[in-house]
């Protein structure tokens, strides 16, 4: 199984309960979910490449697509994105924090 088929899997269970809770909730506010998304990718490529240049993760080559952000996987960035749609629709669904009148 390649990186990419993992992340479809985790992916598909996201994709579930964001559109759950943008049925039964209100959306989040579109510009903290894009300023969240871009903050954790930008760190996500940093952290990524340090770990990977250290040598405390390595991937199985035959695995990955080869496409790269410096040295990370692409693959690397589903989760970051899996973070930033998950969370908030969790939030969403669970009851977060209650407006009052």
């Known amino acids: 199984m390649s990186?990419?088929?993992l992340n479809l899997i985790f992916l598909a269970?996201?994709?579930i309960v964001a559109?759950?809770?943008l049925?039964?909730?209100?959306?989040?506010?579109?510009l903290a979910v894009?300023?969240?998304a871009?903050?954790?990718?930008?760190m996500t490529a940093?952290?990524?490449?340090?770990?990977?240049?250290?040598?405390?993760?390595?991937y199985n080559e035959s695995l990955i697509s080869g496409m790269f952000v410096g040295i990370a996987p692409l693959e690397d960035f589903a989760y970051a994105i899996a973070a930033v749609v998950l969370l908030p629709s969790l939030w969403m669904l669970?009851?977060?924090r209650r407006e009052h009148a």
């Open 46 to 58: 940093i952290f990524d490449n340090v770990m990977i240049g250290i040598g405390l993760v390595g």
């Open 94 to 96: 669970l009851g977060g």
């Open 19 to 21: 559109v759950l809770a």
């Open 3 to 5: 990186y990419w088929q």
């Open 23 to 30: 049925v039964l909730r209100r959306p989040p506010r579109a």
């Open 13 to 15: 269970i996201v994709v």
């Open 38 to 42: 871009a903050v954790l990718l930008v």
């Open 34 to 36: 894009l300023l969240t």
